[in-house]
């Protein structure tokens, strides 16, 4: 086994946590995976530094992601069938459930930009510069986009209002 095939199986959980959290759903998250696995092997020539796979393959994972998106955008709507017969019960430790689902509705309350800097740097422990790699963007944006996106996160876990903002001081 080559070095880059160990080390595109070890970064395989990372996609698959960043996966989840792009799709918000495991089987179109497994999809993505694989579709991003099958585009690093056929591009494999395309990567230069050893040391930046990870960024390197998250960010063909949000290239793939974006694609499906617009892609999605053109077809109809369709609905899952889970959604249309809900179970009758739910088993226990809904208290998880719940905390998860706050916290879930707490990110999404966020601008997309925000949360999904905060999930690569949080979630996957990305350095800044990585992240900036791969978004695409100057290392100051993201920085900013990542202050901004925990201060409204703490405010809306707190039950506080997340629009409510600090009120400005002017200094002469």
Not at 106 to 122: F, G, H, K, P, T
Not at 143 to 172: F, Q
């Amino acid at each position: 086994m080559s070095d880059f095939s160990r080390r595109l199986q070890e970064e395989i959980p990372a996609l698959r946590r960043y996966a989840r959290f792009l799709a918000r759903d495991a089987d179109w998250a497994d999809d993505l995976v694989q579709d991003s696995l099958e585009r690093a092997i056929a591009k494999r020539r395309l990567w230069h530094k050893p040391e930046s796979l990870r960024p390197w393959l998250f960010a063909l994972l949000r290239n793939v992601h974006l694609n499906q998106v617009r892609r999605q955008a053109r077809r109809p709507a369709e609905v899952p069938l889970d959604q249309m017969f809900p179970q009758a019960g739910r088993s226990e430790g809904q208290t998880n459930t719940v905390m998860v689902g706050q916290i879930m509705a707490a990110l999404d309350s966020l601008e997309a930009e925000q949360r999904e800097i905060l999930v690569l740097v949080a979630v996957e422990g990305l350095h800044y510069k990585e992240v900036a790699m791969v978004l695409g963007l100057p290392m100051g944006t993201v920085m900013s986009r990542l202050s901004r996106g925990r201060e409204r996160l703490r405010r809306t876990l707190a039950g506080e209002s997340p629009t409510t903002t600090a009120t400005l001081r002017r200094i002469k």
